[in-house]
């Protein structure tokens, strides 16, 4: 089956960076379209980036040129470095797997797998 698992989350004062990955296993990896998402306490789960299958990227405005996502098809693999990072960006941070060809990359109901989460706290 679909597994996808986050590692490199933690705890890191303001202005610094962590690197986030997340390693895929039971799909195509190299033609799947993946994404990053996260959920601050209380609050819904929000976009933060996505790579299509071709290494097109997206981002949310709230971390464009700060954050910076990337894939390795020989690794399975899809990473978020994020750099500068804000007490904002406190959240759990989730992958997803695109499975909705055509709709809104942007979008938590285009994504059908998901990894389990990596806490990410920032300090200020």
């Known amino acids: 089956q679909v597994q996808l698992v986050e590692s490199g989350g933690g705890l890191v004062q303001a202005g610094g960076s962590l690197t986030l990955s997340c390693a895929a296993s039971g799909l195509t990896f190299s033609t799947s379209h993946m994404g990053w998402f996260r959920q601050a306490p209380g609050k819904g789960r929000d976009f933060v980036a996505s790579?299509?299958?071709?290494?097109?990227?997206y981002y949310a405005d709230s971390v464009k040129g700060r954050f910076t996502i990337s894939r390795d098809n020989a690794k399975n693999t899809v990473y978020l470095q994020m750099n500068n990072l804000k007490s904002e960006d406190t959240a759990v941070y989730y992958c997803?797997?695109?499975?909705?060809?055509?709709?809104?990359?942007?979008?938590?109901?285009?994504?059908?797998?998901w990894g389990q989460g990596t806490q990410v706290t920032v300090s200020s």
């Open positions: 790579i299509s299958w071709f290494g097109i990227t």
């Open positions: 997803a797997r695109k499975t909705s060809g055509n709709s809104d990359s942007q979008s938590e109901k285009s994504y059908g797998y």
